[in-house]
């Protein structure tokens, strides 16, 4: 569990620093700064971007002490017909964090018309997106001086919120709400305000 978490830390600060490097993350932080997004929130939930060239995420990995294997039994790496390749690639990358703020997951957009859409690391033993929500080690205190929620749809929502300053806000990890969610979520907060898109979900 400790290398699991180690390796995923190691990667969301690849990533972070990769955003704000102007060689490799310039496309990704002026899509955030057009939709509206200033540095200090993309800092605060440690946003990042994950450029897709071969080998990229595989070499600085490595170098933050993280080897093959892990990278590979975290599932930052998977293994293709023509050799290793990093799951996320060309995508802003959201770290998704449990309530002792360890980095067990990530959510991936892309910031062009490819699909799919949004990606999230795939549930394992450590991380289940039915199970957590996006940004409550973050706003828990909030929620509980508050006793409300705001339960949004998507990463992108929660920190629109939280750059205004409307702190007591949670996400679904994707566009299902379970129960588990529910439960979560009810720990603190004795009123919740559902705030989701009134579109179809996809």
Known sequence: RRAFHRANEAAATIWHEALFD???GR??????????FGEKVL???????APGAPGWLEERLARAGVDADL???SGLVREGDHGPFAYFRNRTIFPIRSISRQVTGFGGRVIDAGEPKY??????????KGKLLYGFEASRMAIAREKSAILV????????????GIVNTVATCGTAFTADQAKLVRRGARNVVLLFDGDKAG
């Open 22 to 24: 102007p060689r490799t």
């Open 27 to 36: 496309a990704a932080l002026e899509y955030l700064q057009r939709r509206g």
């Open 43 to 49: 800092r605060d939930f440690t946003v990042g971007w």
């Open 71 to 73: 990278a590979r039994s």
């Open 119 to 128: 990606l999230n690391s795939s549930d394992s033993s450590y991380f289940s």
């Open 153 to 164: 749809e998507g990463y992108l929502d929660l920190l629109a919120l939280a750059q205004v």
